[in-house]
T-cell receptor, first 113, second 112 residues
Framework: AQSVTQLGSHVSVSEGALVLLRCNYS??????LFWYVQYPNQGLQLLLK??????LVKGINGFEAEFKKSETSFHLTKPSAHMSDAAEYFC???????????FGQGTRLTINP | DGGITQSPKYLFRKEGQNVTLSCEQN?????MYWYRQDPGQGLRLIYY???????QKGDIAEGYSVSREKKESFPLTVTSAQKNPTAFYLC???????????FGQGTRLTVV
């Protein structure tokens, strides 16, 4: 069965610094991978997705993620953090034939002025 | 505007009462899902439906029930058998397998 592990339940960075949120997946077959963002008391919004095309995926709000099969990772990055990036971020995996998504535990991102 | 509508946003119920959460989508998506979110536990799948009149249990279905009589509607009933019903509930839909899910704004249920 597929699973997702997000390393670090809470990440804090300074405004303008690099954002790196880690996600590792477990799957016996090529996965589809997603990053979502959630603001307080809101639903989830898709940031980006990997569907076996380019391994470097660009998303909204300046975020991008790189699929590394050898490391079973799909880490999310942003070169320069903005105060508006403060939110909770979820990594999710879906495997062919299984329509449901499996989510990681989430990482809360705090931006320090 | 196309999207997923959950209502109400906040819901309070007394212990022992059943309560139904509404989820409607106008995206013409075949698949719909219900997730429960608790602090520090991410999202856990309660039920999902890939087609009208069919649904499957997720990881934490005990104490919950659903129906899918129409493509656009997937209501969730939290029954009195659910031991800890207080949580944030999220409904989602997707057009087909392995595509992204679109989420509603959530319903925060508090049982007192």
């Amino acid at each position: 069965a597929q699973s997702v592990t997000q390393l670090g339940s809470h990440v804090s960075v300074s405004e303008g610094a690099l954002v790196l949120l880690r996600c590792n997946y477990s799957s016996s077959v090529p996965p589809y991978l997603f990053w979502y963002v959630q603001y307080p008391n809101q639903g989830l919004q898709l940031l980006l997705k990997y569907t076996s095309a380019a391994t470097l995926v660009k998303g909204i709000n300046g975020f991008e993620a790189e699929f590394k099969k050898s490391e079973t990772s799909f880490h999310l990055t942003k070169p320069s953090a903005h105060m508006s990036d403060a939110a909770e971020y979820f990594c999710a995996v879906s495997v062919g034939g299984a329509q449901k998504l499996v989510f990681g535990q989430g990482t809360r991102l705090t931006i320090n002025p | 505007d196309g999207g997923i509508t959950q209502s109400p946003k906040y819901l309070f119920r007394k212990e022992g009462q059943n309560v139904t959460l509404s989820c409607e989508q106008n995206l013409n998506h075949d698949a719909m899902y219900w997730y429960r979110q608790d602090p520090g536990q991410g999202l856990r799948l309660i039920y999902y439906s890939q087609i009208v009149n069919d649904f499957q249990k997720g990881d934490i279905a005990e104490g919950y029930s659903v129906s899918r009589e129409k493509k656009e509607s997937f209501p969730l009933t939290v029954t009195s058998a659910q031991k800890n019903p207080t949580a944030f509930y999220l409904c989602a839909s997707s057009i087909k397998e392995n595509t992204e899910a679109f989420f509603g704004q959530g319903t925060r249920l508090t049982v007192v």
